[in-house]
């Protein structure tokens, strides 16, 4: 997975409507497929009026990805999988997206359908607000008593470490959250603060 890829921001619902009909489309974070299949669950509970749900999701991002759709009740292929599609597109990660849909009378057809839906999650996408996921590792440093106040001098300087706890005992065990992108860095600038005696450990 890629240390570092755009997520949603916050949730975000976009309507649109095609030939009478309205497609709602809800988009949100989820960082695993049941945070996922939850979102969808709510959403279909909010939303319990509409004729079908159709919805798609990306969890994760690169080349560990899980992606999942389907067509809630619309036509095979004409709703979940065009969803999916623009998802893919989008260069978002850890994303899930339901298109609720109104029958307004006029049947769209298969093509009608595909661009609806697909139309209806990138109306949403343009409207959704992104931030960005670092992922990190939990990551542990003994520290002798001598070199604790450069140590936490180096780490306060760098926004790439979260310190999360010291340990006082024959020397002081820091452990920290650190960029996963950044470690090999941190490492050498420990090891060159204290000439090679200090080790950055990862958590198991």
């Known amino acids: 997975m890629s240390a570092?890829?755009?997520?949603?921001?916050?949730?975000?619902?976009v309507e649109t409507r095609v030939l009478n009909s309205r497609f709602i489309c809800t988009v949100a974070e989820a960082r695993t497929v049941a945070e996922a299949l939850a979102f969808?669950?709510?959403v279909k509970t909010e939303l319990s009026d509409a004729n079908s749900h159709a919805y798609a999701y990306r969890i994760g991002f690169g080349a560990s990805v899980m992606d999942g759709c389907?067509?809630?009740g619309e036509p095979g292929g004409t709703a979940g999988r065009p969803m999916l599609a623009v998802l893919q597109g989008s260069g978002l990660g850890d994303v899930v997206a339901v298109v609720s849909r109104y029958f307004g009378g006029t049947k769209l057809g298969t093509g009608g359908l595909v661009r609806a839906f697909g139309g209806a999650?990138?109306?949403a996408l343009d409207a959704l607000p992104r931030a960005e996921r670092v992922e990190r590792r939990?990551?542990?440093l003994e520290v002798p008593y001598p070199l604790y106040e450069?140590?936490?001098r180096l780490i306060a300087a760098r926004d790439d470490v979260l310190p999360?706890?010291?340990?006082?005992?024959?020397?002081?065990?820091?452990t920290?959250?650190?960029?996963?992108?950044s470690i090999a860095d941190l490492r050498r600038a420990l090891s060159d603060l204290s000439a090679g005696a200090l080790t950055l450990v990862i958590a198991a």
């Not at 999360?164 to 820091?174: H, I, M, P, Q, R």
């Not at 920290?176 to 992108?181: F, G, K, L, N, P």
């Open 138 to 140: 939990q990551c542990l």
């Open 121 to 123: 999650l990138q109306a």
């Open 150 to 152: 450069r140590v936490k």
């Open 176 to 181: 920290m959250s650190v960029a996963e992108e």
């Open 4 to 13: 570092r890829y755009p997520i949603p921001a916050a949730e975000t619902r």
């Open 164 to 174: 999360e706890d010291e340990t006082f005992g024959a020397c002081v065990l820091l």
């Open 70 to 72: 389907n067509d809630g």
């Open 40 to 42: 969808i669950r709510r």
